[in-house]
């Protein structure tokens, strides 16, 4: 199992970032996948989650209304669109892929929101 996040970066407060999760090495249109972040000095949390088929998605009540989780099983990717972005969404973001009760989680990639 190989999952590769990308797009993170610097973002100014009030902009948007979209980050990508490449996956490989299992059936990926068969897995539950979902989205975490760790803040510095903080807990690893929960921030979205999408079935199988992408037909339901499920936010942290801290991104809903501001993130939107969205996969393509073409591509074996999956995606987290974030707007509205604030500095308290400075984090880690991880890209998880759930077999219950296994978790496989990617590097992890760098989302900074400061001016």
């Known amino acids: 199992v190989q999952l590769v996040e990308s797009g993170g970066g610097l973002v100014q407060p009030g902009g948007s970032l979209r980050l990508s999760c490449a996956a490989s090495?299992?059936?990926?249109?068969?897995?539950?996948m979902m989205w975490y972040r760790q803040a510095p000095g903080k807990e690893r949390e929960w921030v979205a989650t999408i079935t199988t088929t992408g037909a339901t998605t499920n936010y942290a009540d801290s991104v809903k209304g501001r993130f939107t989780i969205s996969k393509d099983n073409a591509k074996n990717t999956v995606y987290l669109q974030m707007n509205s972005l604030k500095p308290e969404d400075t984090a880690v973001y991880y890209c998880?892929?759930?077999?219950?009760?296994?978790?496989?989680w990617g590097q992890g990639t760098q989302v900074t929101v400061s001016s």
């Open positions: 998880t892929a759930v077999f219950l009760p296994t978790y496989y």
């Open positions: 090495g299992f059936t990926f249109s068969s897995a539950l």
